[in-house]
């Protein structure tokens, strides 16, 4: 793998640490800026809504630029939005920056993942895009928790600085190693990128993305109290089991990545429908056992298992779109961002309604059979077509081969019936 790609995995890393640390951080914020901590809470919808929108609209922004002019762009404003947002004073440019950020994040991802699919032979297309992805599954296991500790020890501004110093190597080293080629003269036109939408397999794989994600979300983001409450875990035990999702998630990206190339259909499917037994197993009261071991090894296995899916898909999406390659990463980054924000969204209902904590666990177990089950339907439909494409261009060459050999045949029935008259004579 060229080593650019980890270059970029460091950047990655400390966006990924940008998005989730708030989760660590509202209530210094809260009280450092005088507002309630609902209200603080909104930075993360903030940065939601600005990954969601930001991805596809960034994208083709970008398209103007080349690569290495888009990357720098993109993440230079991040670091810089990050040094202003350590500076702010009020909770309003707060909301700005963190809204901007996003903005620069999603773009910065965007032509990242299109970037990474070009370095590479299309067969290793699924293992460029899992070094990527890693860097976000390494902010859940370490970068958050840092940023939890920067905030406790010298407040909530510190772990802004930590991300922009984080962000300032990686700046630096595209500025070195990416090449400066390929310019607005030789990019295609934002029409003809977004005519990928008129591919039905594209839209059903992002779909499928979302719906897997969202799967994803939507019990991690309450995972504290399913492990204490559901799970009848000690309080102690949380930061285990966060660790454990996150070692999970990190390990499942890596795995797919050297094997989805070659079985995107075993990952897709077989991980899969492991995933959605995952989320039964875990959903329901039978699986509160005495031993805390069978719990834990299902909350590893379920990171592992939702990032592995969930990385295929982007891969797959990628492959879908090849011939928009920005465009479509973009569209598959605002895709899992929307199940990244439906899916809590959707854990809560149940939460807020007074139904057991339980309930994120059906509804990770209901949108993952979605979102396999559609990605396992889209596959199989494009393998279909592959195969019938392949008989349609196989079917001259097997009329050519019929011919020549009645042609054979009547040549060699004329020319026997020529020796035997030759014979009578």
């Known amino acids: 793998m060229p080593h650019v790609l980890y270059l970029l995995g460091l950047a990655v890393f400390a966006q990924g640490t940008s998005e989730f640390m708030l989760s660590g951080l509202v209530a210094g914020i809260a009280i450092d800026l005088d507002v309630s901590v609902a209200t603080a809470g909104l930075l993360t919808s903030a940065f939601a809504a600005g990954m969601i929108v930001g991805a596809p609209t960034m994208a083709t922004l970008s398209l103007r630029w080349s690569r290495r002019k888009a990357l720098l762009g993109f993440l230079g404003t991040f670091l810089v939005v990050h040094v202003g947002g350590a500076l702010s004073t009020d909770f309003a440019v707060l909301v700005a920056t963190r809204v901007i950020g996003a903005l620069a994040n999603a773009g910065f991802l965007a032509v990242a993942l299109a970037s990474a699919a070009a370095m590479v032979a299309p067969e290793s297309r699924a293992r460029a895009t899992s070094i990527l992805l890693s860097g976000t599954t390494l902010a859940c296991v370490v970068g958050v928790p840092a940023g939890a500790v920067l905030g406790q020890l010298w407040g909530w501004r510190a772990a802004f600085w930590a991300v922009a110093a984080l962000s300032a190597p990686a700046l630096v080293a595209i500025m070195r190693t990416v090449p400066d080629g390929g310019g607005a003269e030789a990019k295609p036109s934002a029409r003809s990128e977004w005519s990928v939408l008129r591919d039905p397999k594209l839209l059903l794989t992002l779909l499928a993305g979302a719906l897997v994600n969202g799967a994803t979300f939507a019990s991690f983001t309450f995972l504290g109290p399913i492990a204490t409450e559901a799970l009848d875990l000690p309080t102690t035990w949380v930061p285990v089991v966060l660790a454990l999702f996150g070692l999970g998630a990190f390990a ?161 029935r004329h020319g026997q019936a020529g020796r035997r008259q030759r014979r009578d004579q």
Request: proline share 5%; net charge positive.
């Open 252 to 412: 499942g990206v890596t795995v797919a990545g050297r094997t989805a190339d070659a079985w995107p259909g075993r990952v897709l499917v077989g991980g899969g429908a492991a995933l959605v037994a995952g989320w039964v197993f875990l959903a329901f009261p039978a699986t509160t056992m005495s031993s805390p071991v069978p719990a834990l090894t299902a909350v590893f296995l379920q990171g592992a298992l939702s990032f592995a899916v969930g990385a295929t898909l982007i891969a797959r999406a990628l492959a879908v779109a090849e011939r928009a390659p920005t465009v479509g990463s973009g569209l598959a980054t605002a895709a899992f961002n929307v199940g990244a924000a439906v899916g809590p969204w959707l854990g809560g209902i149940g939460l807020a309604g007074g139904s057991a904590v339980r309930a994120p666990l059906f509804v990770s177990t209901l949108l993952a059979l979605a979102g396999v089950a559609l990605a396992a339907w889209t596959l199989h439909r494009t393998r279909s077509a592959q195969m019938g494409a392949a008989r349609l261009r196989q079917a001259p060459d097997d009329q050519e081969r019929d011919d020549r050999r009645r042609g054979d045949v009547a040549e060699e």
